[in-house]
């Protein structure tokens, strides 16, 4: 089982407005039933203290129960549920005796304390106008609010108490059952916003991840169109000259060998990330694909004016797929990119992020994907090396190009 540091940010906030609502009702049936069977100490009754006690665990129970179900164990949007009938029929009936229960503790002057008692209606009140809001409209939930405080209001009215008391208990039973069914409401409709900014942000990466796929493809046929229409056509026209017995069917065949050997070369660079990848471009682009995707990310570099085209098709390869991985496989909240050329010496290009899930799986696919494998195979090329680790859910990929390895391997 993940502990809390192996949880991504939605299931964080989940774990904790999830948590918060249990420990409230939790709150309300535990303080009921130790005020209910410490009140009446003095007195020495058992029966109602004990049965007030019991029908006030159980009321926290079933509250817990519903805002379970309501909240919803998934990350979708929409995940939640509403309460099941028996769910909600048990909630009801537990929460009018312990009403009637407690009211009868007042009434038989067996609970000392008047103060604390009306305290203790409006706990029950809440506990259950509170997790039964979710499952109901808007107007229907301030009806239920009503008449969870209406029926602590009679339970004070029954119990002989004063009319100040009984006021107090109306106007503050009212305000507890809508503060907790407005709380409860709240905390539902921000899982729900969370659970569909998580689905876009996931539907983002995804199509960043194909836009780069579309782009590699709009390349290659860039490359290859031309050249094998040309190759189809002098290939026609070889095989006419070649019935027809004239040597220029020769001169046509070299020309398709020429013509394959320039597609293979471009193909090859295209695929080495040579042909269209510009180093300040990517940068600027990382930085909005980035910024889009609610990661907080910032890019500081020196004059890329200072690497050769190749050095510069190399690293910008390097800021791409180090994009694509921290969206596809983290869960960041920042980025940051750094950009060194120092003059004559090695440009270091350095991408960090947090958010790395914890698990074996994560960790390797981060540090040991075939993306990086590629990566490392160019900057090979040009006397490069490239490091991927991870340390503390921190992802760090830097890569290393001696510049004038670079201008070499440009110019060749």
């Not at 964080?12 to 209910?36: C, E, F, I």
């Not at 410490?38 to 020495?44: D, I, T, V």
């Not at 929409?78 to 009801?92: D, E, K, N, P």
């Not at 070299?254 to 090859?268: F, G, H, P, W």
Request: glycine letters at 12%; hydrophobic letters at 50%; charged letters at 20%.
């Amino acid at each position: 089982m993940r502990g809390w540091r192996g949880l991504d940010r939605m299931e964080r906030v989940t774990a904790s407005t999830k948590g918060s609502l249990y420990g409230l009702y939790a709150l309300y049936a535990g303080t009921t039933a130790l005020a209910a069977v410490g009140g009446c100490a003095a007195s020495g009754a058992v029966w109602l203290p004990c049965a007030a006690a019991v029908l006030a665990i159980a009321q926290g129970v079933l509250a817990v129960a519903v805002v379970r179900r309501a909240l919803g164990p998934g990350l979708g949007p929409g995940a939640g549920a509403r309460a099941s009938r028996w769910q909600a029929v048990g909630l009801t009936l537990v929460s009018l005796a312990l009403t009637a229960v407690l009211g009868a503790l007042w009434a038989t002057g067996e609970f000392t304390g008047g103060g604390l008692m009306i305290t203790l209606l409006c706990f029950c009140a809440a506990g259950f106008a509170g997790p039964l809001s979710q499952s109901l409209g808007r107007w229907s939930a301030l009806g239920l609010c009503v008449v969870a405080t209406a029926a602590a209001t009679a339970a004070t009215v029954c119990a002989g108490a004063a009319t100040a008391y009984v006021w107090s208990t109306a106007w503050s039973a009212l305000f507890q059952t809508t503060a907790s069914a407005v709380g409860t409401r709240c905390s539902d409709w921000v899982l729900d916003v969370m659970r569909e900014l998580t689905a876009a942000r996931e539907t983002e990466a995804r199509l960043a991840v194909a836009e780069e796929r579309l782009r590699f493809g709009r390349d290659l046929h860039d490359v290859l169109g031309r050249n094998l229409a040309v190759i189809a056509l002098k290939g026609e026209l070889a095989v006419q000259l070649a019935r027809r017995g004239r040597p220029e069917a020769v001169e046509q065949m070299v020309e398709v060998q020429r013509l394959a050997q320039e597609s293979q070369r471009e193909v090859r660079e295209v695929v080495r990330g040579y042909r269209a990848a510009d180093l300040a471009a990517e940068l600027d682009g990382a930085l909005a694909v980035l910024r889009s995707a609610g990661v907080r990310a910032c890019v500081e570099s020196d004059d890329v004016g200072a690497l050769s085209a190749g050095a510069q098709s190399a690293l910008a390869w390097v800021v791409r797929e180090g994009t694509t991985n921290v969206l596809r496989h983290g869960d960041p909240t920042r980025c940051a990119i750094w950009l060194r050329v120092p003059p004559g010496g090695t440009a270091v290009l350095t991408m960090e992020n947090d958010g790395v899930p914890e698990g074996g799986t994560a960790v390797d696919a981060a540090t040991r994907g075939n993306g990086l494998a590629g990566l490392r195979e160019r900057l090979a090329s040009l006397d490069g090396t490239l490091e991927a680790r991870v340390e503390a859910r921190a992802f760090t990929l830097t890569a290393r190009l001696p510049v004038a390895e670079g201008i070499a391997g440009g110019a060749e």
